[in-house]
């Protein structure tokens, strides 16, 4: 039986017992009310999963979710619970996707990093936050802003054993039986991005290398390259306009050649 939510005269009155007496009664009274923002959360995510994904287990991530905002929530910040809670709950149902380690950890953790400033941001606005307003929380530019949220975007969950067509057949065509394979590859096309990542990284020091090749070809933020190297993101930033300038004055000086010998 569906249990009504509480008149809302009657749930500042738990609220206010809540947070005299932290009482286990009174949170699971909370609970109880809130339950349907948990199931909303839950069946928003569900609905763009496999049908592997059960529907039960991301409301039960949600509620832990929702039981951590309970004992967070501060009233004093002016923020209504119900947009306190919801980014914590949706985070808690992600976390829990991302613990069965179907995201490449690279893209979970720029997932994890933007669901993170994006909950900071709402809690404190008490609204969503704008592109601009992320970006400016994370400390990031406009380009590396949106390199991240594409990478953090990236994630998507596909059964192997689905089938790939529900078309009646002789044989069931599954989406493991349609995977490109990766590995064999064109070698001509191969040929081609060894010369030029030669050609690029000739005459640069090892740092210098590293950052054309985690930049461009392992598309890392400046921050994230920073990290990787020890180095602060401003140096990093410093280094490649030169490599930039430098390959820049190659590539003209061997225009110029190539236009002279032709």
């Known amino acids: 039986m569906k249990t009504p939510q509480l008149e809302k005269v009657k749930i500042e009155q738990v609220w206010s017992e809540f947070f ?8 699971n009274m909370l609970m109880e009310n ?51 809670c919801a980014p914590r709950i949706r985070g808690s149902i992600l976390d829990e996707l991302r613990s069965m380690d179907w995201v490449p950890r ?11 400033a994006r909950q900071t941001l ?13 970006a400016s929380e994370l400390e990031l530019d ?15 969950l596909i059964s192997l054993n689905n089938k790939f067509s529900e078309n009646e057949g002789e044989k069931d065509i599954r989406e493991i039986d349609i995977i490109q394979d990766q590995k064999s590859k064109n070698p001509v096309t191969e040929a081609q991005k060894r010369d030029l990542k030669n ?11 590293l950052i054309v090749i985690l930049y461009y070809y392992e598309e890392m933020t400046m921050k994230e390259i ?23 004055a190659q590539m003209n000086t061997r225009k110029k050649e190539f236009v002279i010998n032709s």
């Open 122 to 134: 709402e809690a404190q606005l008490g609204r969503v936050p704008t592109e601009k307003e992320l």
């Open 34 to 84: 809130y339950l349907h923002l948990v199931k909303y959360s839950a069946e928003r995510i569900w609905v763009k999963l496999p049908d592997k994904v059960e529907l039960d287990d991301l409301i039960q991530a949600g509620i832990f979710g929702l039981k951590d905002a309970i004992e967070a929530y501060d009233p004093e910040r002016g923020v209504k619970f119900e947009t306190y």
């Open 226 to 248: 920073g990290a990787t190297l020890d180095l602060s993101e401003s140096r990093v930033s410093q280094m490649h306009s030169s490599i930039v300038a430098r390959l820049k």
């Open 142 to 156: 406009k380009e590396e802003f949106h390199r991240l949220q594409r990478d953090a975007n990236a994630i998507g």
């Open 106 to 116: 690279l893209v979970r953790a720029r997932a994890h990093q933007l669901e993170r």
């Open 20 to 27: 005299k007496t932290r009482s286990e009664q009174c949170r």
């Open 199 to 209: 050609l690029l990284s000739k005459g640069l020091t090892r740092a210098e290398k």
